[in-house]
């Protein structure tokens, strides 16, 4: 009688159990005509299109949503200083400013948060630029500001985020 493995753990038969399904899975598949296999090809290719074209639903849904629920109260404010924010920008060189998180959507934000893009520059005209303009947003808001570059959006989970939410202030 041939001797069987027993299993070390229950990670071992796990492994295993999760192998024969899997095994399991694809005699079935090998065993269907040609047809019954396109079929099942087409099948999976229509659940992932499905899904794709729901998940740019939901996300445009998610942008349309941000859009319409921006705080009035902070819209006006921005609103009230867009002509100052436009010029400091362009005498500034700042090829875009862009506002997101919390100051968008709750009536008292603690803190604003905005997005720029500052362009190529040298390192102490880009470090002289950004905190000109941290500080200029924060005299002009009465609140801190959270000052995010391009470069600070590694985290994708942040990047899509900010891109979902974000509401153009400047473009140059």
């Given at each position: 009688?041939?001797?069987?493995?027993?299993?070390d753990?229950?990670?071992?038969?796990?492994?295993?159990a999760?192998?024969?399904?899997?095994?399991?899975?694809?005699?079935?598949?090998?065993?269907?005509?040609?047809?019954?296999?396109?079929?099942?090809?087409?099948?999976?290719?229509?659940?992932?299109?499905?899904?794709?074209?729901?998940?740019?639903?939901?996300?445009?849904?998610?942008?349309?949503?941000?859009?319409?629920?921006?705080?009035?109260?902070?819209?006006?404010?921005?609103?009230?200083?867009?002509?100052?924010?436009?010029?400091?920008?362009?005498?500034?060189?700042?090829?875009?400013?862009?506002?997101?998180?919390?100051?968008?959507?709750?009536?008292?934000?603690?803190?604003?948060?905005?997005?720029?893009?500052?362009?190529?520059?040298?390192?102490?005209?880009?470090?002289?630029t950004?905190?000109?303009?941290?500080?200029?947003?924060?005299?002009?808001?009465?609140?801190?500001?959270?000052?995010v570059?391009?470069?600070?959006?590694?985290?994708?989970?942040?990047?899509?985020?900010?891109?979902?939410?974000?509401?153009?202030?400047?473009?140059?």
């Amino acid at each position: 009688m041939p001797e069987t493995h027993k299993p070390d753990s229950d990670t071992d038969s796990v492994k295993q159990a999760w192998r024969e399904h899997n095994l399991g899975h694809f005699r079935y598949f090998r065993s269907l005509n040609l047809r019954t296999k396109l079929e099942s090809i087409q099948g999976m290719a229509d659940v992932v299109r499905r899904f794709q074209e729901l998940r740019a639903k939901r996300n445009s849904q998610n942008a349309t949503k941000c859009e319409t629920t921006m705080n009035n109260g902070i819209q006006n404010e921005i609103y009230s200083h867009r002509t100052e924010i436009a010029e400091f920008c362009k005498r500034h060189g700042v090829r875009r400013l862009e506002v997101f998180g919390s100051s968008l959507h709750t009536e008292s934000p603690h803190d604003m948060d905005f997005l720029v893009d500052l362009g190529e520059r040298s390192a102490s005209d880009y470090a002289a630029t950004y905190f000109t303009l941290l500080e200029y947003l924060q005299d002009l808001f009465k609140r801190p500001v959270d000052l995010v570059t391009p470069a600070g959006l590694e985290n994708p989970y942040f990047r899509q985020r900010v891109e979902q939410e974000k509401a153009l202030l400047y473009a140059a």
